[in-house]
């Protein structure tokens, strides 16, 4: 298959741990492609390495290279270029200090779109995508902290579909959002794929399967499997896969 | 929940919530009342307390509940009234006096923390009433300073505080946010950190004495106000750049690393999310070194602050600038210490009263300085 993010034996360390070991893996264009795994597996390192984030900790070093359509992150002149292009969103919900509306009109802000009636557009298309338009549209200058876990989860979600990232990574997206929300977003997602590749890493197997094309298995730092969702969850090649998505380890 | 507690509700209901019972929280009146109601519901049917029930309570102390009780519900030695099984038990009163006393004693001391400012500002204004008005601080001193105002004084004060500060504020500022959001943490950093510190522990008198080789001699500006400002804006960056990495620091890194992911470089996650919520506490920590700049007499000492300066104008918008840059100025805390050692003849009232403007102006800066963090406070953002 062709790539949109091709790993190429990566390994990273933080201090004396090895978060990851040897990962080499090719995510493919316009596809939702699942990472799961047990906790500390090196699945969030693995996102990191995609947008250059991994480089906010100090200890953290990376070698091999992670290439997105063939150019190396590392080797990007312009790395806010490049988050601009990788949307990722953390497990843990931050409402930037600003308005609702300026929450997600930040990044548009930063990267030079000043026109208001655009702006609009973006926060209004963002929030509806997030699905939190409803809840917020008539108070929209409220401060983004104010709002509730679960939404402000989502304002976050809205922020890094601003910019209409090409790959979006989803780190534990739902961990505060209702089951109910949660499944709508998935719709959205679905949506989502056909303008952008999505990596989606989850500790619900489930909705892996639900939502995945791909599906890769980390554990212990390494790659053990990736193949398509439905072989990976009905008959995956190696037995610790097999296990771990039958939830008998984990 | 069930039991005892449910009979006593439905006889007379009580404002506490049932599970209040258990909460060692609760005070003595309220047991007391609920005993009351207790015997008034003696014939109610009480349904035993299950060994649980005791058991899942949150109270430790209440192990010494008689035997019965746990064994066979609350009935006979509750109802019949000889023994109040709501009764404080041994461990629980010793625990509520050893409270009181530690309440009367840190009471106590936060008392004898503040007594000394009191005693001083109380003897301080009582000695200076007879000179304290406003012709005190808008006349210059008279009569080789026995007689007169603190005109001259108060205004030298001034433009060595804001011109020190002038010249501290920028660049405590902008280095403490170098060194919050640009620097590394590696041992470049750490060595500018410990030099920071080092700075803050130098004592005033070799500032002075630094202030005299480097600004007075060496660079050439002699004994006057501009080299005494530089002196004491040395003496403020350290405070200014600490209080300054704290205020950033209290920003939660979080807000940072939000805006990194969404390619935002790090002056426009400054500017846009860092300051604007932390300028506040930045400004508290300046307002903060104002009145530590005022208060300080020895780097002024021998850079700039003289005792006396004859043919200043007493009336008019020249009063308000006496002093040029390139040459001495009076000082209020200067002037105070010349007042008590110097000078033959001077009543106390003008030499208390020069303490208590001096005081005052620090009182006054502080209580902006608080009340622009308590206001900052209340609207914070997260």
């Known amino acids: ?22 990962v080499s893996l090719a995510i493919p264009p316009k596809q939702i492609f699942a990472v799961i795994g047990p906790v500390n597996s090196g699945k969030t390192t693995l996102l990191r390495c995609i947008n250059r984030t991994i480089d906010f900790v100090p200890t953290a070093k990376v070698a091999g290279r992670v290439l997105i359509e063939d150019e190396d992150v590392r080797h ?40 208001r009636r655009q702006l609009d557009e973006i926060v209004e298309r963002c929030l509806r995508e997030a699905m939190l338009w409803d809840e917020v549209k008539d108070r929209l200058n409220l401060l983004g902290t104010k709002l509730s876990g679960g939404q402000q989860q989502r304002l976050t979600l809205a922020r890094a579909l601003s910019l209409r990232p090409e790959i979006l990574c989803l780190d534990e997206f739902s961990i505060a959002i209702d089951p109910v929300t949660t ?4 719709d959205i997602l679905r949506e989502l794929k056909r303008q952008m590749t999505i990596v989606l890493v989850t500790n619900l197997v489930q909705q892996a399967r639900r939502l995945a094309d791909y599906t890769a298995f980390v554990s212990a730092s390494q790659l053990i499997e990736v193949d398509e969702t439905e072989t990976i969850f009905t008959k995956p090649a190696n037995r610790l896969t097999e296990r771990y998505v039958n939830g008998e380890f984990g | ?12 209901p009580v404002s506490q919530p049932a599970w209040s019972v258990f909460r060692p929280s609760v005070g003595r009146p309220w047991f007391i009342g609920h005993v009351k109601v207790n015997s008034e519901c003696r014939r109610a049917t009480v349904p035993t307390v299950p060994q649980s029930t005791i058991a899942a309570s949150e109270t ?30 041994p461990l629980e009163r010793r625990k509520n006096a050893k409270e009181a006393i530690a309440r009367v004693v840190l009471a106590l001391f936060t008392f004898v923390l503040i007594a000394p400012v009191l005693a001083i500002l109380v003897y301080l204004v009582v000695k200076a009433w007879p000179v304290l008005g406003l012709s005190f601080i808008l006349e210059n001193p008279a009569n080789r300073m026995t007689a007169g105002g603190i005109w001259a004084p108060l205004v030298g004060t001034f433009f060595l505080v804001v011109i020190s500060l002038a010249i501290a504020a920028p660049i405590g ?3 403490g946010v170098y060194l919050n959001e640009y620097a590394g943490n590696n041992w470049r950093t750490r060595v500018v950190a410990l030099g920071v510190t080092n700075l803050a522990g130098v004592p005033s008198i070799v500032h002075g004495l630094f202030g005299v080789g480097a600004f007075v001699l060496f660079a050439g500006m002699g004994e006057s106000v501009l080299a005494a400002s530089c002196t004491l804006a040395v003496m403020s960056l ?8 704290e205020a950033l ?79 001495g100025c009076m000082a209020l805390s200067m002037h105070l210490y010349t007042l008590a050692t110097q000078v033959v003849g001077v009543s106390e009232p003008i030499q208390y009263g020069t303490a208590v403007v001096l005081i005052g102006l620090t009182l006054a800066v502080n209580s902006v300085s608080i009340g622009l963090r308590g206001y900052l406070r209340s609207r914070k953002k997260w």
């Open chain 2, 249 to 327: 620091n209290s920003v939660p890194m979080a807000f940072r690393e939000a805006c990194w992911n969404m390619g935002a470089t790090r002056w426009q996650t400054i500017r846009t999310i860092v300051l604007p919520n932390s300028i506040g506490g930045i400004l508290t920590g300046v307002i903060f070194e104002v009145t530590r700049a005022a208060g300080e007499t020895a780097p002024i000492l021998f850079t700039g602050a003289v005792f006396f300066k004859g043919g200043l104008k007493e009336h008019g918008l020249a009063s308000f600038f006496p002093y040029s840059l390139n040459e």
């Open chain 2, 1 to 12: 929940m069930h039991g005892i507690i449910d009979v006593c509700l439905d006889v007379e």
């Open chain 1, 183 to 186: 499944m709508r977003i998935e």
């Open chain 2, 173 to 175: 500022i902008l280095g």
């Open chain 2, 238 to 245: 350290p405070v200014i750049i600490t209080s300054t990495r």
């Open chain 1, 76 to 115: 990007m002149r312009d790395v806010y270029q490049l988050r601009r292009r990788v949307g990722m969103v953390f497990p843990l919900p931050v409402g930037l200090p600003l308005s609702v509306y300026e929450n997600v009109a930040y990044a548009p802000r930063r990267a030079g779109t000043r026109d």
């Open chain 2, 60 to 89: 430790p102390e209440r192990h010494d509940l008689p035997a019965t009780t746990a064994a066979g519900g609350l009935g006979e030695v509750g109802l019949a009234g000889t023994r109040n099984p709501f009764a404080a038990s």
């Open chain 1, 1 to 22: 298959m062709t790539a949109h993010v091709r790993f190429e034996n990566v390994t990273v360390t933080y201090g004396p741990k090895t978060a990851l070991r040897g």
